[in-house]
């Protein structure tokens, strides 16, 4: 007698077989810069392009963006490489023996932690577990020291890196608003027009810019600005001194880095901040009010 084969199959409905194939893991299929988590870009080509220096590495390296210095350097800035990378060993320790913990327990927290902290770029990296880890347990450290260290300036005031990093402070938050700016002027031609610059007080933010009183709203048919810088012996006389329209805008110190500090700013809130492109807008401003070397030293006094 011929044994019959059995084969036992699996009865699948419909449903359940169009559910199976619509689970989809979204966050595997999605672009780095697509993940929520994703806060860290490289400056985008077109503005890498105008000025490349601006955003390449002068004294060190941080994150995966320039990992192991592809960048070509002389002798003298490989060895300046190296020497801050020892650097950040030094603040590393200094580091676990006041905090009291040591590097192995600061690492594992990473290691827990290193899928988020790799979504956090806009790129993936091909970037070995162990030097990744590595890379990210120098590279936090260093910054949080670095923080640390400009709170209590008094102790650390000699440090070499705390007083490459004195630049400016700005505004975490800043009201928002939906107006366009057109049809701006030059320094030069507003203050011809009557409008007169003068530093704002201490301890205003630079992005702080105003009108105290809107041109002609204390005298609407006859703007007083213009006629006393055509006539200057007018300022003279206390009663007009009311009508004259100030433009109050914060000073700030301009070094040699300036440019590359402002253009990675705007290239930061290009990218993550496009709604809230202040610095942008600012930039935008001095471009506006700045064309000649007069307006320059219109400004400057």
């Known amino acids: 007698m011929r ?8 009865i699948v409905m419909e449903n359940d077989l169009m559910c199976h194939e619509s689970i989809i893991d979204v966050s595997l299929a999605m672009e780095p810069a697509w993940w929520p988590e994703c806060c860290i870009y490289r400056a985008p080509k077109k503005l890498r392009d105008v000025n490349k220096e601006a955003y390449t590495p002068k004294l060190m390296s941080i994150g995966p963006f320039h990992y192991g210095g592809k960048e070509p350097r002389d002798k003298d800035g490989e060895r300046e490489q190296r020497e801050m990378e020892k650097l950040k060993v030094g603040y590393l320790k200094k580091f676990c023996n006041r905090t009291r913990k040591s590097q192995k327990e600061i690492a594992r927290i990473i290691e827990e ?13 091909d970037i070995c577990h162990e030097d990744f880890v590595k890379m990210v347990l120098l ?22 890196i705390l007083n490459l990093n004195r630049y400016f402070y700005y505004p975490s938050t800043l009201k928002s608003g939906n107006g366009i700016i057109s049809d701006l002027h030059s320094a030069t031609e507003l203050y011809e027009a009557g409008v007169i610059f003068r530093t704002s007080e201490e301890g205003r933010m ?8 809107m041109p002609l709203k204390i005298c ?5 600005s213009w006629l006393l810088n055509c006539l200057p012996c007018l300022k003279y006389f206390p009663c007009l001194e009311g009508t004259q329209t100030f ?7 301009v070094q040699d880095k300036t440019e590359g500090l402002f253009r990675n700013l705007m290239a930061l809130e290009q990218c993550h901040y496009p709604s809230e492109a202040y610095i942008c807008n600012y930039i935008c401003l001095l471009d506006y009010l700045i064309n000649t070397r007069e307006d320059v030293e219109l400004l400057v006094d």
């Open 247 to 253: 433009l109050y805008v914060p000073q700030f110190l």
């Open 113 to 125: 932690n290193e899928e988020k902290i790799r979504r956090c770029y806009s790129e993936s990296f």
């Open 220 to 224: 609407p048919c006859f703007n007083c």
């Open 3 to 10: 044994k019959e084969l059995s084969i036992d199959i699996p």
């Open 139 to 160: 590279d936090s450290i260093f910054i949080i020291e670095l923080f640390l260290r400009s709170y209590m300036e008094e102790e650390y005031e000699n440090d070499y």
């Open 206 to 213: 630079l992005l702080d810019i105003q009108f105290p009183n």
